[in-house]
């Protein structure tokens, strides 16, 4: 069993920026490949941007392409993602999900392990 922590977020200023952290529990942290998804009601949970267990594949959407940046640190068990130039349409319940395969996908069930959120609002 593996459980996931956010943290992080809250509110910013169009322009700004925010880190989002996950911990994972578990000591096979390093072969998990670590995703980060975000939610608005009424939509369906999208992609945001993912890193496998060694970190040399990373994916982002094009929506975040170039302002956001997702790394990992094994010896700490976590995940990151930097969001920098921050819009409006960024806000969202922000989740990280851990992939035992380890690839990093972009898929929303190729996760098996999902946190609870962390709620990004970006708003003047």
């Known amino acids: 069993q593996v459980q996931l922590v956010e943290s992080g977020g809250g509110l910013v200023q169009p322009g700004g920026s925010l880190r989002l952290s996950c911990v994972a529990s578990?000591?096979?942290?390093?072969?998990?490949?670590m995703g980060w998804f975000r939610q608005t009601p009424g939509k369906d949970r999208e992609f945001v941007a993912a890193?496998?267990?060694?970190?040399?594949?990373?994916q982002y959407s094009n929506s975040v392409k170039g302002r956001f940046a997702i790394s990992r640190d094994n010896a700490k068990n976590t995940v990151n993602l930097q969001m920098n130039s921050l819009k409006f349409e960024d806000t969202a319940l922000y989740y990280c999900?851990?992939?035992?395969w380890g690839s990093g996908s972009s898929k929303n069930d190729a996760y098996e392990y999902w946190g609870q959120g962390t709620q990004v609002t970006v708003s003047s």
């Open positions: 578990g000591r096979t942290f390093s072969n998990y490949g």
């Open positions: 890193i496998s267990w060694t970190g040399g594949n990373i």
């Open positions: 999900a851990a992939d035992t």
